[in-house]
């Protein structure tokens, strides 16, 4: 599969600030990849290079078979940043059709507008719009040379719920590689092919959102009982953690298999039994816990 972006050894300091530590990752051409990781992990760092507004201090970055401003500068790559701001007194069609006319009007504006959801608030000042809708107004810019690779930083920040569910879908219809970093994890895990992990500067997993999920290991066993005792529950085999609200129980199981069988044996009794894996803020902490 060709590579849209690769990321060879790259470390980059802000004066005395090591924001990315020989950090290496490849995108590949079609994948939708989510970076994730707290605050300080480096992944706006990792855009900013990627999009090369920044120069790294070491390593080779690619993007599109060539250097990050070059592809950049020849209007392959969109981005929606988090510190885009929109010109106060123009219409929302205005920002757009400017947008659609600097790529060479490669889409018509009325397409664009329809893509992010914007065309009944085409008329609408910049200075009018919610947060969510100016976040909308940032995707249509971002699409509109119809790019072959787009950059989204915590894009749906201030979108509702079902903003969010337009934009989703917008995105994966565009078929365009996509990188995104976000905080959102339940975005990365129905929207990402793949999940890269970063803390400290340095990328700590990489990997499907499944994969990246197995890796918290632990599981939770949900269940009713009667009267239950916290004490006993904790003694039972692969149990780590107990939770007890009433009749309802959670446990926290390294072995769930073990953790059921001994329910059901030592305790009895047992009704509404379910067990889910660990889900991916789990797994986040998990990873990222020991660099941060
Ligand atoms: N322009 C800058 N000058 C100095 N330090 C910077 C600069 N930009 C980033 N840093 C530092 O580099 C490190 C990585 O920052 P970066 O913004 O890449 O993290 P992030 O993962 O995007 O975090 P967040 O989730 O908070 O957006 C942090 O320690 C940050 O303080």
Known sequence: MTNTVTFTGVSKSYGRVRALDDVTFHVAQGETVALLGPNGAGKSTSVDLMLGLAKPDRGTIGVLGTEPGRAVAQGRVGAMLQSGGLP???SVADVVTLAVRLHGGRRAVAEVLELAGLTSLARRGCDELSGGQAQRV??????AGQPELLFLDEPTV????????????????SGTTTVFATHYLEEADA???????MAGGKVVASGTPSTIKAMAGARTIRCVLDSPDPARLLA???????EVHGDDVTLRAGDADRAVAALYSSI????????????LEDALIKLTSARN
Not at 138 to 143: D, I
Not at 191 to 197: G, K, M, S, T, Y
Not at 268 to 279: C, I, K, P, Q, Y
């Open 88 to 90: 106060a007194d123009t």
């Open 268 to 279: 009895g009794g047992v009704r509404d039994l379910h067990v889910t894996g660990a889900d």
């Open 138 to 143: 940032r995707f249509a810019v971002a699409m």
């Open 236 to 242: 039972l085999p692969g149990v780590l953690e107990v």
């Open 191 to 197: 929207h990402a092919d793949r999940v890269i992990v």
């Open 158 to 173: 201030a979108m509702d719920v079902e903003s969010r569910r337009a934009f989703w879908t917008a995105v994966r219809a």
